[in-house]
């Protein structure tokens, strides 16, 4: 009786010493999944603490990684062990308007609550300079959605998107992100919307189906009319890392994948098999030298009706 007695107690404390610091969450899980191409990918939490989901956001400020999310913001240090931040959503719908860091704060253009068919949008800005709490602005912010804000030249900048009538060809930046000016109409790509900006090496790049490239933001040379032959591809996050453009999450022909596109000059594409699920919109950051993502979705085709969420936690670095 004794020696089961203390059996049990072993498993039991066994059981208690090897739980996740975490509430409610899985243990870390430090999987690595080694290359050929030179890069590796590690698997840094199954589950991570907000809820699993996709087209929200990853940032790195101030030398800490964040994630904006709809149901708030969490903080991490190492991509592993985070901490939920007092500052909540202020922009509400993440799937049709950005965040963007600037000039050492966090700047939510606009406001958008509810779906393309029946949405209510004021164009008003919010700013944060001590991730705690936002203050809310009125400027002429373009009232439109579906863009990525970027950064470049000390100004904030916005390519097309579009309104419920329209896309739009333009460009507009701010030197304070209140006070706006159209610089030019009518660019060489034509209407856009949920196109993505990158810059590498003192060049920016265009990133849709096609790539442009531009020095100044205002005159675009067109590279590529697709980044992968005969295939459209959409849904994806863009990041930089070791003089790359990578492209993680793609759709392609309307099927998630889970391969990454890389390319070090914006022509010219090479494919990388990813040990996650297959999935598009996800969130990414650079940190440190390596991209970090989470997130994201996959279904709505035939095979796989039901959408399937994520908020698993992966790395991307160079093999040492």
């Not at 990853?58 to 709809?70: E, G, L, N, S, Y």
């Not at 920016?204 to 100044?216: G, R």
């Not at 590279?223 to 005969?230: A, C, N, R, S, Y």
């Amino acid at each position: 009786m004794l020696q089961n007695l203390i059996i049990v107690c072993f498993i039991v404390f066994l059981s208690c010493s090897g739980r996740s610091t975490q509430k409610d969450h899985p243990p870390t899980v430090q999987t690595s999944v080694h290359s050929d191409t030179g890069y590796v990918w590690t698997k840094l939490l199954d589950s991570a603490d907000w809820k699993k989901s996709y087209n929200f956001q990853m940032f790195t400020i101030r030398d800490t990684m964040w994630v904006f999310h709809a149901d708030g913001n969490w903080f991490s240090t190492d991509g592993m062990s985070w901490q939920k931040s007092a500052l909540s959503n202020s922009i509400y719908n993440l799937a049709f308007l950005d965040y963007v860091p600037f000039k050492g704060a966090v700047y939510g253009l606009g406001y958008f609550k509810g779906n393309i068919e029946t949405f209510s949008y004021r164009p008003e800005i919010h700013i944060t300079t001590d991730m705690k709490r936002w203050s809310t602005v009125k400027g002429n912010l373009p009232a439109r959605f579906f863009y990525h804000p970027f950064v470049f030249d000390n100004k904030i900048w916005i390519i097309g998107g579009e309104d419920k009538e329209r896309k739009y060809a333009d460009i507009w930046n701010s030197t304070d992100g209140i006070s706006w000016t159209k610089q030019k109409d009518d660019l060489p790509f034509g209407k856009r919307s949920n196109s993505q900006v990158v810059q590498m090496n003192g060049k920016l790049y265009l990133l849709d189906n096609d790539v442009w490239v531009s020095t100044d933001a205002l005159n675009w040379e067109k590279l590529t009319d697709e980044i992968v032959k005969g295939e459209q591809i959409f849904g994806y996050s863009a990041q930089v890392m070791d003089n790359k453009i990578w492209l993680l999450g793609c759709n392609r022909n309307g099927q998630f994948t889970s391969q990454v596109l890389m390319s070090s000059d914006g022509k010219t594409w090479t494919g990388m098999d990813a040990p996650w699920s297959p999935r598009g919109g996800i969130a990414a950051t650079v940190f440190h030298g390596n991209i970090y993502m989470t997130g994201g979705k996959y279904g709505g085709t035939p095979n796989h009706p039901d959408f399937r969420y994520s908020n698993d936690v992966w790395k991307l670095e160079t093999k040492r």
